[in-house]
């Protein structure tokens, strides 16, 4: 089944397409290619009554499917007397857009063209060739090395290497050798084992304490019998201290809660609307032991500055526009989307809105 996009005068080029081809599917397009053949005689053959007689089925189809695809508020002004292809000209000389119009837009398109990594680089090469194949139907010839450098500088960093490659080279490239060698490098990127995703986690400095071990040459005070994790570290065993000592003030003399230079750093830290970030790293291909340990970050946030992966994007809101990292700068979040990471062992972690920092 075929269907025919109703026109609405500014999709001229769509509706043409669809009437000829359902047209030519049905196999009644007689009317659209030729012209009306002349009225039979008593001389006219069989052959030319065959002729007539289909023609004149084919006008009366395409006339009727043509109206009826048609806007009723478009139809005034019309031929209505005509032929199919008589109507079709017609429509043609009132509603075709300026070849000049075509050009332009092709052009704004074609150069404002960027690889997201959506879809694959060899996708998005073919795409290109495609506005190049449209512009030479309008007479506008683009050359295959244009066109090549145009896709290399529209492709992201991590492609630095063709780009290098290509212009140490005094001989140009083909489309084909083009695709053929950042295809090879997408998939080296894939297998890689160098990718890295950075979590960021903001922590409440009131809530988090840092935790302290001594070893038995300096314990002093009343000490804890090993337990079942008393395998953690040589020699190491924890201990409860007599008396208050803060570890702000470095002096044992209250508690750290209680400390005025403490809460003083801590209103003067809020205002400065500071927060402490950990940042974790981590290869996301990396092989590890199942009887290896690993820490749990407690990440909120994850933040990467490649878009391998990314299987959709949007913009930023307010409170995610701007990340400060540890010397206290802000960074741009260019956008936010999901990331697929697929590990060697086939197993895939979907990271739910990765902050994009080319800057990082």
């Not at 050009?103 to 060739?129: A, E, P, T």
């Not at 391998?308 to 802000?330: A, C």
Request: charged letters at 25%; hydrophobic letters at 35%.
């Amino acid at each position: 089944m075929v269907t025919i996009e109703v026109f609405t005068g500014s999709n001229f080029k769509k509706w043409k397409e669809d009437m000829e081809f359902a047209m030519e599917m049905a196999d009644v397009d007689l009317s659209l290619v030729t012209d009306k053949p002349g009225e039979l005689t008593v001389a006219s053959t069989d052959d030319e009554k065959l002729v007539h007689a289909a023609w004149m089925k084919s006008n009366r189809i395409c006339l009727l499917s043509m109206r009826r695809s048609i806007l009723d508020h478009l139809k005034s002004g019309m031929p209505t007397n005509c032929t199919a292809k008589e109507l079709m000209t017609a429509i043609s000389d009132r509603y075709r857009v300026s070849s000049n119009a075509d050009i332009g837009s092709l052009l704004q398109v074609l150069f404002n063209m960027k690889y997201d990594g959506n879809g694959g680089v060899r996708d998005y090469i073919i795409r290109v060739v495609d506005y190049q194949t449209k512009l030479k139907a309008l007479k506008v010839d683009l050359s295959d090395t244009c066109i090549v450098h145009q896709a290399l500088n529209t492709l992201p960093p991590e492609f630095s290497i063709i780009k290098t490659n290509y212009n140490s080279q005094d001989e140009s490239w083909s489309i084909n050798d083009l695709i053929s060698m950042v295809v090879a490098e997408e998939e080296k990127l894939k297998k890689e084992k160098g990718q890295v995703a950075l979590y960021v986690a903001g922590f409440n400095s009131q809530k988090c304490k840092k935790s302290k071990t001594y070893t038995n040459k300096f314990a002093h005070g009343t000490t804890k019998e090993p337990g079942q994790y008393s395998n953690m570290g040589p020699n190491k065993v924890s201990f409860k201290k007599k008396g208050y000592h803060c570890f702000f003030f470095k002096k044992k003399c209250h508690m750290k809660k209680d400390c005025l230079k403490y809460k003083a750093w801590l209103a003067k830290r809020e205002n400065a609307g500071n927060d402490s970030l950990a940042l974790v790293c981590e290869s996301n291909l990396s092989e590890a032991s199942s009887s290896s340990w690993w820490l749990d970050s407690g990440a909120t946030n994850h933040v990467t500055f490649t878009i391998q992966g990314f299987i959709n994007q949007r913009k930023p809101n307010k409170d995610e526009s701007k990340l400060t990292v540890g010397n206290n700068k802000d960074a741009d979040v260019e956008f936010v989307g999901d990331v697929n990471l697929v590990l060697d062992s086939g197993f895939k972690l979907m990271l739910r809105n990765t902050l994009y920092v080319p800057s990082f």
